[in-house]
T-cell receptor
Framework: NAGVTQTPKFQVLKTGQSMTLQCAQD?????MYWYRQDPGMGLRLIYY???????DKGEVPNGYNVSRLNKREFSLRLESAAPSQTSVYFC??????????????FGSGTRLTVV | QQQVKQSPQSLIVQKGGISIINCAYE??????FPWYQQFPGKGPALLIA?????SEKKEGRFTISFNKSAKQFSLHIMDSQPGDSATYFC??????????????FGQGTTLQVKP
C-alpha cells in the first residue's frame, strides 16, 4: 500500500542512549516532515526537508538531528535521549499540486518512551 | 504570531447532534487551513481544507466556516456519529516565499459521540 512507513512502532530507551527513527514514503513527494505529538500540545514540527538535499529546523529541534537520505527516506536521530523526549513521533510527506497542495500524508507513528 | 489556538480541548456530543470545533490564528499570511482527523493509534489524516478566498466549504457532513476578518475558522460535524469519535486538529500554512508547506497545528480536540 502506498503511503508513509515508520519504524519502529514502539521503543523504550534509557536516558543517554541514542537511536534513529526511520521514515520512508513511496508517493514521490518532495517534502518530508518530522513532528512530535504530546498531550494538550498538538503536533509540533521538529525538522523538515522541503526537497531532497535540504533540511531545516522546525519549532522544537533541540536534541534531534535529521538526514534526508534520498527522496524516499527521512530519518530522525536522538543522539542522547532524555525523558523530555518521551512522545509520539510522526513522519509526514506532502503533495505539491492541486487543491490539496498542502495535504500531508502521515505515517502511523513511533511511540518512544525514555526512562 | 505563528500560533493556532484550538478549542475546546474535549467535546462530548450525542449521536445525531452537531459538533463544533473552533480555531483562531494571528498570522494574516496564512493561506491554507486544513483539518485533520486522528483515530487512536493512527496518524492524522486530512479531512477537509479551505483557502481564505471562500467563507465555507462542505464535504458530506463536514463543513469548514471561515471568518477572515476575525481570523477564525471552525469545523462543523453535522449528524455526528459514534464513528466520528476521534481527535481533530486544525492547522494553518503560509505558502510564503520558501513554499516549504510547513503546517502549524492547533492543540487538538478529542471528540466523543455518545450513542
Amino acid at each position: 500500500n502506498a503511503g508513509v512507513t515508520q519504524t519502529p512502532k514502539f521503543q523504550v530507551l534509557k536516558t543517554g542512549q541514542s537511536m534513529t527513527l526511520q521514515c520512508a514514503q513511496d508517493m514521490n513527494h518532495n517534502s518530508m516532515y518530522w513532528y512530535r505529538q504530546d498531550p494538550g500540545m498538538g503536533l509540533r514540527l521538529i525538522y523538515y526537508s522541503a526537497s531532497e538535499g535540504t533540511t531545516d529546523k522546525g519549532e522544537v529541534p533541540n536534541g534531534y538531528n535529521v538526514s534526508r537520505l534520498n527522496k524516499r527516506e527521512f530519518s530522525l536521530r536522538l543522539e542522547s535521549a532524555a525523558p523530555s523526549q518521551t512522545s509520539v513521533y510522526f513522519c509526514a510527506s506532502r503533495e505539491s499540486t492541486g487543491d490539496r497542495g498542502y495535504g500531508y500524508t502521515f505515517g502511523s507513528g513511533t511511540r518512544l518512551t525514555v526512562v | 504570531q505563528q500560533q493556532v489556538k484550538q478549542s475546546p480541548q474535549s467535546l462530548i456530543v450525542q449521536k445525531g447532534g452537531i459538533s463544533i470545533i473552533n480555531c483562531a490564528y494571528e498570522n494574516t499570511a496564512f493561506d491554507y487551513f486544513p483539518w485533520y482527523q486522528q483515530f487512536p493509534g493512527k496518524g492524522p489524516a486530512l479531512l477537509i481544507a479551505i483557502r481564505p478566498d471562500v467563507s465555507e466549504k462542505k464535504e458530506g457532513r463536514f463543513t469548514i466556516s471561515f471568518n477572515k476578518s476575525a481570523k477564525q475558522f471552525s469545523l462543523h460535524i453535522m449528524d455526528s456519529q459514534p464513528g466520528d469519535s476521534a481527535t481533530y486538529f486544525c492547522a494553518a500554512s503560509n505558502k510564503g516565499s520558501s513554499n516549504t508547506g510547513k503546517l502549524i497545528f492547533g492543540q487538538g480536540t478529542t471528540l466523543q459521540v455518545k450513542p
